[in-house]
């Protein structure tokens, strides 16, 4: 049936119609609040490039989970800032860790909310790479230089893992894009007695220009060369399934593709192929872009914000992990 008897538009006329017929709705159910945990006490130090985006001491971070649950937010991710750093990632496996601190502390206080481990060793690596590195012998400057090591990587992210479980997190997401890390992670879990703790792997995490906020926030800038021998690149489709297929077959419950919003054909892609619960991270640099913005007035702040929040829910992801979690709470309550 075409024009003039199909109009679109009547659809379009009001907002209770436009209400009724939306096909995408955005809840804070599937929301994953980001905290960024530093030692000392009464610390709440607002990170530059992300405006409402905090450094928080563990006292700090208790509030802040007591705050992310009223408003119906069910879970946060932890990501740490230690007191030293070293080239084994210590503070990362630790179990006075700084994370490990945070998670026991909001364990106790905010009980239901779902806490998310982010297990990977750069924030804990005095050169800032996620796994252990080993100068090569290849000339100085080359791309070969340094080689980040994959398979004595796993044991530490292992260890970092039980350790985290052992603190409380209730959901095991690594980060670090190392092969066989699933597999390594759900052996060590699983002898130490957390089988029941499901792992969210970032299966397809691209080598991304969008974490730069990131990396001042957790103090995580590599120190010398990028990601790129490890993160994807961010061309490739059909290698991003290969790789979440890799993590499905390894154990992996939950999958993520990160970054969101350049990556929606990625989340499209992985819907229609896995059956398991698929989210999305919409990471630093997406924040910071509409934040800064929208400073501006070039943008509409709340618009922007539902709009792309929007687009990644309809692209496939009913769980994203956001930095706008707690005004999208708001803005919806
Ligand atoms: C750790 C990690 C990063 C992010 C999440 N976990 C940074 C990176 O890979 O450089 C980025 C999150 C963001 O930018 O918001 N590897």
Redesign the pocket.
Known sequence: MAFPTTRLRRLRRTDAMRSFVRETRLSPEGFVY?LFVCPGEGIRKEIRSMPGVYNLSVDEAVKEALEVKSLGIPSIIL?GLPETKDEIATGAWADDGIVQKAARAIKREVPSLLLMG?V?L??YMSHGH?GIVKKTGAPKGSETEYEILNDPSLEILAKTAVSQARAGMDIIAP??MMDGRVAAIRKGLDASGFENIPVLSYAA?FASG??G???EA?D?APAFGD?RSY?MDSANLREAMREIQADLDEGADMIMVKPALAYLDVIAEARRRFDVPLAA?Q???EYAMIKAAAQNNWIDHDRVMMETLTSIQRAGASIILTYFAKDVARLLA
């Open positions: 980001p990501f982010d990977c750069c924030e996620c980060s670090d995490k969008f974490y906020p990131f990396r957790a995580s990601r993160q991270y990471v630093s640099g």
